[in-house]
Each structure stands twice: as structure tokens, then as C-alpha cells.
């Protein structure tokens, strides 16, 4: 909960070890950076202004940089000289700057990397978009009038079409849950609308090439502080596991005819991958016994764990069973897999209270990982491929050493993650954490190239 030290465009990083010559792209993440403005602490992380961060391996060597996402309603507060949009607000500033429906676009959850088009995303607002090659901020985007309200957060790629998919949330008397379609290549589309049992947090969902499945838990939203912002997001939604949770699955070529599955109360942030077989739609995820909005600062012995666990949807019934007993989050899968049977996920760990980066192999049950120092604490690792077995590759993972009060990206080969990273390549400050990124390869980045290193 402190400030980014600084911000800056991109400058040289230092690196220790060596980076493979291969690896040419820039992988950009984003998380709050900005949480004291204006003399006060926002009361949750979620509200913090975001920070975009970079780096990049390219001919000029490894460079980094760090930007705040200046969004229209951060410019809005600015010029105000207090806060507008969240729960440290005034009620009256809070209501008024709600009227329109809009919210400030923190662009603090995850960067996307769409038609040569990058976006800072936050589950509540539209899509922020970056330049990719200054990481200045430009407006928020609706995508030709397509985005109706908001844009979450976690749009999942399914290789066999080729097409990213998302959701936004639209919440009211009863939730509509908007789904979209972003093909590689033509216009984003609106696939439709249905909704939901009843207003809650949704940050995730799954996809496969004939189904998109959404998991609502029993996490109310308490519709008065919706309304004032007392309490904060803390205690906007109120855990009520007699409710159970609700499954919705919905067919990709008729998504009017959507079904609904119950079973027992869990809750999930993050689905880890969805296919299909010839009687059922398989869903893995990293479920929680409950919900803890305080999950970043609460004791982490206290916090309840995560583990990945199955979903069977088959008939009108859903099995669930845990495939492994290790606390694990922010899981990754190859681009070719998603959306398709899968063997082997990658995920950030903890054991015992401490932090590894590690795989795990359905099959053979293999688990192979690397324990992170002491006060080191990992980011969600992002899945780089090499280009002669994608299987195969890299995972790049934001660390803060958090006694040195800097941020490395760490470098591990999938291939021996127990060997630790093969390079680190060294901000010169501390990173405020990030929750999620992306890496876009050289030959996908719309940049200048730049002239070559001395
Ligand atoms: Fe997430």
C-alpha cells in the first residue's frame, strides 16, 4: 500500500545472468501503484490508480519502464484535488461522479494486447488504452460502441478459434453479465447477454470452442454500500455459503440457451483452463473454501488457501475434485492449450509461507518449482514459448526484494524451474505488486524499432 517510488519511460535495466537470445518482445503488467493521493490511503488496493509497467528485450538491450495510467477520471481528481470516484471520496462527490455510470478506469488488473492495441483493464470500467511503445495513457475505448458497460478483466484466449472472449458486469436490480468476441483479426462483437442469479463479484470465467462457463459464488453485494461506498470494498460483498454457488454454461452457437448447474459454496478469483470431452465441459480452477476481500493484506496464515481443483459438467449435474494439494494462484497455460486439453499449468506457490514459481503435470502428478528467497515475492509467472516447441519455454516473473526495496524480472527455463532463474534483470526500485500481465512478442509489437545498443 505505498506509492510507486517513481515512474519513468523506458531507461536500461541492469542484468545479471544471461538472457536468452531468443527472447525478443516486451512484457507488460500492470497492478495499483498509486495509493496515497491527495494526503489519503485509499481503503482497499482494488481502488488504487494503476501502474503499467514494461520490459522490454529488444536491440537496444533489456529496458524497463513504469507509467502511471492517467486515466480521464485520475485527470478529472487531479485538476479537483481530492478524489472523485472511490471510497475515500466525499458521499456527494461520490454520488455525482457516479451519475453517468462511469467509473474511473484504474487500469490496475491486467494489461491486454489485442490487434496491435494495448489496454490497461479493471473489471468495474472499459478498456484504458496504452501506447505500447510509451506506455503513455490515451482515452478508454467502447471498441466501436460494442463494450456496453464494463470490460472485465480476464478475457481468455481459445486457440481453435483463434478469438479472445470476455464478459462485463452490469449490476442493478438483477446483474446482466455482457459477453464478447475479439477475433485475431475483424471487429470485436457483443455475443449476447444474460442474467445472473444475483449481484456479486464475477473476476473470471472460463472458455472453450463451444462454451463459455461462468461460477457465480455466494458473495452478495451489499446494495447500500454499493451506494455510499461505507466500508469500502472490504465489505462490499457479504460471504453467504448457505446460498451455494451457481453455474452458468453457455453454448457458443446458440448463447440464448444457457443452463445452470448447482453445487456447495467456494469461491474462485482465477480459472486455470476449460475443454471439453464427448459427454462434458471441464473446468479447472483455483478454488478457495471462501472469500477474503482482505487477501493481500490480511495474515497469510490466516487467509484462506487456494488449490487447483476440477469442475465435470456433464447432464445436468457438476462433479468437483481436487487434482492437487499445494496452495496455488495466478495459474498460466500455454496460448496453444487454452481452451483444450491440457497436461501441464504453471502457477505462483506457497508453501508453508513461503513463495516458489512452479509447474505441475496432471499426468505424472510431476511437480517441479523454484522457492523464492526469504522477502523475495514473486508476481504471477507469464508462459513465453519457445518458437521450436511451444510447449516449452520461459516463465517471466516480476520479484520485489523487498529488503533491497527493488523489483527484478526473473527468467526461469521450464524446463529446469529447480535451477532457479537463469537471468534477472533489475529495476532500480521496487515495483508496487502487480496482479497480472502479458507478453507480446517483437514481431507482434507495434513500435519503432530502436537503433541498435553501442
Ligand atoms: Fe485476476
Keep these: 500500500m505505498r506509492n510507486i517510488a517513481r515512474t519513468h519511460q523506458f531507461e536500461a535495466l541492469e542484468v545479471e545472468g544471461e538472457i536468452p537470445e531468443v527472447l525478443r518482445g516486451t512484457l507488460f503488467r500492470t497492478g495499483p501503484g498509486v495509493f496515497e493521493r491527495f494526503g489519503t490511503t485509499v481503503h482497499h488496493p482494488f481502488e488504487a490508480d494503476g501502474v503499467v509497467s514494461a ?19 485520475y485527470l478529472e481528481e487531479e485538476e479537483a484535488g481530492r478524489y472523485l470516484y472511490n471510497s475515500s471520496a466525499s458521499l456527494l462527490d461520490y454520488l455525482r461522479s457516479h451519475k453517468s455510470g462511469e467509473m ?22 472499459k478498456p484504458q488504452e496504452m501506447d505500447p511503445e510509451t506506455l503513455d495513457t490515451l482515452d478508454h475505448v467502447d471498441l466501436g460502441g460494442v463494450i456496453k458497460g464494463a470490460f472485465s478483466a480476464h478475457p481468455h484466449y481459445v486457440s481453435a478459434l483463434d478469438t479472445y472472449f470476455n464478459f462485463g458486469l452490469r449490476y442493478g436490480r438483477t446483474m446482466e453479465v455482457d459477453l464478447y468476441a475479439l477475433p485475431a483479426e475483424g471487429a470485436a462483437s457483443h455475443l449476447g447477454s444474460f442474467e445472473a442469479p444475483w449481484n456479486t463479484i464475477v473476476h473470471d470465467f472460463a472458455a472453450t470452442d463451444k462454451h463459455l462457463v461462468f461460477i457465480f459464488a455466494p458473495a452478495r453485494l451489499v446494495i447500500w454500500r454499493a451506494l455510499t461506498r461505507i466500508g469500502g470494498m472490504s ?12 453455474i452458468v454454461r453457455i453454448p457458443l452457437d446458440d448463447p440464448e440457451r444457457i443452463e445452470r448447474f448447482e453445487l456447495d459454496a467456494f469461491w474462485l478469483w482465477h480459472t486455470v483452463n476449460a475443454f471439453e470431452t464427448a459427454s462434458a465441459t471441464v473446468v479447472d480452477i483455483c478454488a478457495y473454501p471462501r472469500l477474503e476481500m482482505d487477501f493481500l493484506t490480511v495474515d497469510r496464515d490466516d487467509a484462506p488457501k487456494p488449490h487447483l481443483e476440477r469442475l465435470i459438467l456433464s447432464g445436468d449435474r457438476v462433479e468437483r475434485q481436487r487434482l492437487w494439494d499445494v496452495a496455488c494462484e495466478f495459474p498460466i497455460v500455454p496460448d496453444q492449450l487454452q481452451g483444450q486439453a491440457y497436461d501441464r499449468s504453471f502457477f505462483h506457490l506457497q508453501r508453508d509461507a513461503h513463495f516458489e514459481l512452479g509447474a505441475y503435470t496432471l499426468s505424472t502428478g510431476c511437480e517441479r518449482s523454484w522457492p523464492c528467497p526469504d522477502g523475495h515475492e514473486p508476481s504471477e509467472p507469464i508462459f513465453v514459448p519457445r518458437r521450436d516447441a511451444p510447449l516449452q519455454g520461459w516463465l517471466l516473473s516480476l520479484v520485489a526484494d523487498t529488503k533491497q526495496s527493488r523489483s527484478y524480472l526473473a527468467i526461469l527455463d521450464t524446463e529446469r524451474l529447480d535451477d532457479g532463474p537463469i537471468a534477472k534483470v533489475w529495476f532500480d526500485h521496487q515495483i508496487p505488486t502487480t496482479f497480472h500481465g502479458c507478453w507480446v512478442p517483437e514481431s507482434e509489437l507495434a513500435v519503432t524499432a530502436p537503433a541498435a545498443a553501442e
Excluded: H, I
Aim: charged content about 25%; overall charge positive.
Design 235 to 246: 465489505k462490499l460483498f457479504r460471504w453467504t455459503p448457505r446460498m451455494g454457488c451457481q
Design 55 to 73: 520490459v522490454r528485450f529488444d536491440t537496444a538491450g533489456a529496458r524497463g519502464a513504469a507509467r502511471v495510467v492517467e486515466s480521464q477520471g
Design 104 to 125: 474511473k478506469t484504474t487500469g490496475n488488473t491486467t494489461t491486454f494486447y489485442w490487434q496491435d492495441r494495448l489496454f490497461a483493464l479493471m473489471e468495474a470500467g
